[in-house]
């Protein structure tokens, strides 16, 4: 397979491709250092001097250049052009952004699969805000600081945040715990001689009135 470049020219570096380029059109070019095709979607690993660049080529995007991909075998030397993609940490199957019903259908099923072992969550309702809180209980229990859920969580105030000491059992004990009561020694009280010259040495008070 053998294309020419035509009036294509080099703009980035694999290696130098960062997040401030999401939304650029930029174009590769180097060897195919790996590729996998995960079930329409083809994944090629583009390497060049400066260090490595993952290309996805999406059939609903651009058909004639997945078609190209999928003929792809390493070690090839190719060209690429596209649009650099935002940095998205969980992304489909078709290599889009996840979206908040996407992440729905994925929870949903793993809940009917755990399901299968725990009856009890059949019974639950189990969505992610649930799990947002789960986590943010979890952070609490392992750092006991309220200050990092809050910055997990992106609370605007730390007021917000508080709901998770209430609803921790774990944070109740240990301030129980740290109140520790004053030890206390038993034992006989002996008075001290400087103690004892300064009762006798008071006076007595006398009543003036006659007795009967």
Same mark, same amino acid.
């Given at each position: ?106 929870? *949903? ?6 399901? !299968? $072992?725990? #009856?009890?969550?059949?019974?639950? /309702?189990? =969505? ?63 008075? *001290? ?6 009762? !006798? $040495?008071? #006076?007595?008070?006398?009543?003036? /009135?006659? =007795?009967?």
């Amino acid at each position: 397979m053998t294309e020419g470049l035509g009036d294509w020219t080099r703009t980035h570096t694999c290696g130098e491709l960062r997040a401030a380029d999401a939304g650029r059109t930029v174009t590769l070019m180097g060897w195919v250092h790996r590729r996998r095709d995960h079930g329409g979607l083809v994944f090629l690993d583009l390497r060049d001097r400066t260090g490595l660049a993952q290309c996805v080529f999406n059939p609903a995007t651009s058909s004639g250049a997945h078609g190209r991909a999928e003929a792809v075998r390493g070690e090839f030397v190719l060209a690429v052009r596209g649009t650099v993609p935002a940095p998205d940490v969980f992304v489909s199957a078709r290599g889009q952004p996840l979206t908040r019903s996407g992440f729905e259908y994925i929870l *949903t099923k793993h809940v009917q699969t755990a399901a !299968t $072992s725990c #009856p009890s969550l059949s019974a639950k /309702r189990i =969505s992610p805000h649930v799990l947002r809180h789960t986590c943010a209980l979890t952070v609490l229990q392992a750092t006991k600081d309220l200050r990092k859920v809050s910055l997990w969580l992106g609370h605007a105030h730390m007021q917000t945040t508080e709901m998770y000491t209430r609803a921790d059992p774990s944070v109740k004990l240990e301030a129980l715990e740290a109140m520790i009561a004053p030890k206390l020694r038993s034992g006989r009280f002996k008075a *001290t001689d400087k103690l004892i010259a300064s009762l !006798t $040495s008071r #006076p007595v008070m006398r009543s003036n /009135r006659p =007795s009967r």
